[in-house]
């Protein structure tokens, strides 16, 4: 019982995953962290024709079934629940129930898909799987500023309002995080064209994981923009009096304010697709 509230709720989050890219982070760390269903057999199966769970043992031979996509390629179908599972085969069909990080594991360099007969699914690319993994970096790319540097700050012309509001709902699952900035940088050494600027201040007493916290702001802020373009990101810091941060402090307004605000830092990161 307690596991079918479980995939309950999973799934309503991949209904508002899907919808909003506000809920992706928590999205894809809860299922890296739970357990899917997946078809298969072993070496050992029987009855491969009956939708039953196969239990693996430590030597068994594994073989997942896949199915084709519309363009067809081959993909790796899984489930977050065994009700979804059921509704998605035409026949009946032996499935397994393993971790999802497990799953992730043995199945790496396959494409993989989500509720593939669901109205809400995901398609995960290789790639995907290895950031998920932590076996590379992703989209972030940290710089550190070696010299003084003429910048133009401003504000975007065109606000980026879909963006803002899915990271102010993000914003507010991260206590460690008491405000955030928007600002257009254009720093023509590096850039032709200006980038946003998204400016973190931050509580360093709360517990803070801030690689993983970058890299879920970025996801957010690029999954919400109507066109792809870069962002970059800066942790404010109130003890140096760079352009940056105190054009965004005394000159700009928090998208978003935690409800008691406290200190801050600084470093620069910049996501790309």
Not at 14 to 23: D, G, S
Not at 168 to 176: A, D, I, M, S, V
Request: charged fraction near 25%; glycine fraction near 4%.
């Amino acid at each position: 019982m307690q596991n079918q509230m479980q995939e309950q709720q999973l799934e309503q989050l991949l209904e508002k995953a899907a919808k909003e890219p506000a809920y992706r982070p928590e999205f894809l760390q809860q299922l890296l962290i739970g357990h899917i269903y997946c078809l298969g057999v072993t070496d050992r199966t029987t009855q491969p024709m009956q939708t039953e769970q196969i239990h693996l043992k430590k030597g068994d031979e594994l073989h997942l079934q896949k199915w084709k996509k519309a363009d067809g390629t081959e993909a790796l179908p899984f489930f977050l629940s065994l009700k979804t599972l059921q509704q998605s085969i035409e026949e009946e069909h032996s499935y397994l129930y393993l971790p999802t990080q497990q799953f992730f594991e043995m199945t790496l360099g396959d494409t993989l898909v989500l509720n593939p007969m669901s109205p809400y699914g995901k398609e995960f690319s290789p790639s995907e799987i290895r950031q998920l993994l932590h076996i590379d970096v992703g989209q972030v790319e940290s710089y550190e500023v070696q010299q003084d540097t003429e910048v133009l700050l401003g504000q975007p012309t065109e606000y980026p309002y879909k963006m803002v509001l899915q990271l102010q709902k993000f914003l507010q699952t991260k206590p460690q995080v008491q405000a955030a900035y928007l600002a257009l940088m254009h720093n023509p050494q590096r850039d032709a064209e200006p980038t946003l600027m998204i400016g973190l201040q931050l509580d360093m007493q709360q517990p803070l994981q801030l690689d993983q916290l970058i890299q879920q702001v970025g996801q957010v802020a690029f999954e919400s923009l109507d066109q792809p373009s870069l962002v970059d990101l800066t942790i404010i810091d109130d003890q140096k009096s760079d352009g940056l941060s105190r054009y965004m402090r005394e000159e700009t307004t928090p998208f978003y304010q935690r409800e008691q605000p406290e200190k801050r830092r600084g470093m620069l990161t910049r996501f790309f697709s």
